[in-house]
């Protein structure tokens, strides 16, 4: 036999349109919820109907996550948790840069379920030997090394920040500078002006390094105007760094694609919905994406693993 509609009262049809108003946080599609009224048939005839209201799980509000508030539909990112009016609340920041504040608990959604949102905990102290955001071991109570005569050097100023936010600790141990290039059509002059050689060696992280780029040929050309093996030039595959951080630290399942002709950070800023066009929206949208990154594990590991190398090289 076949199911029988089921009647909803007015009051479970809002409950149930509140459930499928589930949206994604940047590109606003909306996600139908997984809330369902299911209808048997008993060997009688009669319709037995059974709803099914999923139960919301703990989620710690971590920094980054993104989530919804069943009630008001606002989505966005979650800033802080913080105590106000004598209660714990968290504040979450939309796609447009603004926030709001919510109490903790029950009547959140992430990733289409339920969820009731509590204070991340609280560390209670390393169980092995502390580390840096680059995972290597934290060496306590150290002066930071009088800068070696090798350098780092990166294309641009994000590269040079992300860099600085991941292995800082483990370079001002080792006593490395990076330098931004402001982009790498000059570096064959700059490692000509450098003089590198023992002692002095260069490691230099390129954007896009892909066979046959004009990339490539740049950096084949630099290091055969350096003596010794003093140069080494490595690079990833992305158009730019930003793709290095892992998307879902945004809560974006990739990053957009950008149509060829139009300036890749704009384009990207475009496809998100974030301003794109007004004086200092890259530098906010970079602001907002390096805060997202937390550690090594938030990288892609083609960024790490170049990184790493040229770290190893400029110490040897």
Known sequence: MRARPVALTPSECQSYAALR?????????????????????????????????????????????????VQTGWVGAVVRVEKSGGQHVVVLEDRHGRTRSFGLGPGFWVDGEPVELVAPPRSAGPAGPARTASGSVAVAATRARVARASRIWVEGTHDAELVERVWGDD?????????????????????????????????VLVDHLVPGSKES??????????????VLVLGHPYVDVWQAVRP???????????????EWKRGVLRALGWPADEPGATARAWARILGSVRSYADLDPALLGRVEELIDFVTA
């Open 217 to 230: 040929r740049i950096a084949a050309e630099a290091v055969r105007a350096a003596p010794g093996g003093s």
């Open 248 to 262: 879902q630290r945004l809560g974006l399942d990739a990053w957009p694609t950008v149509e060829r002709g139009t």
């Open 171 to 203: 370079l001002r141990v080792e006593g490395v500078v990076v330098e931004p290039l402001d982009g790498a059509d000059h570096l064959v002059d700059r490692v000509v002006q450098f003089a590198p050689g023992p002692g002095r060696r260069v490691g």
């Open 21 to 69: 108003h589930a949206t994604r946080w940047l590109s606003g599609t909306a996600r139908a919820s997984s809330y369902s009224a299911r209808v048997s048939d008993d060997r009688y005839g009669g319709g037995v109907v059974s709803r099914r209201t999923p139960r919301s799980r703990p989620q710690p509000a971590d920094r980054g996550l993104v989530v919804e508030d």
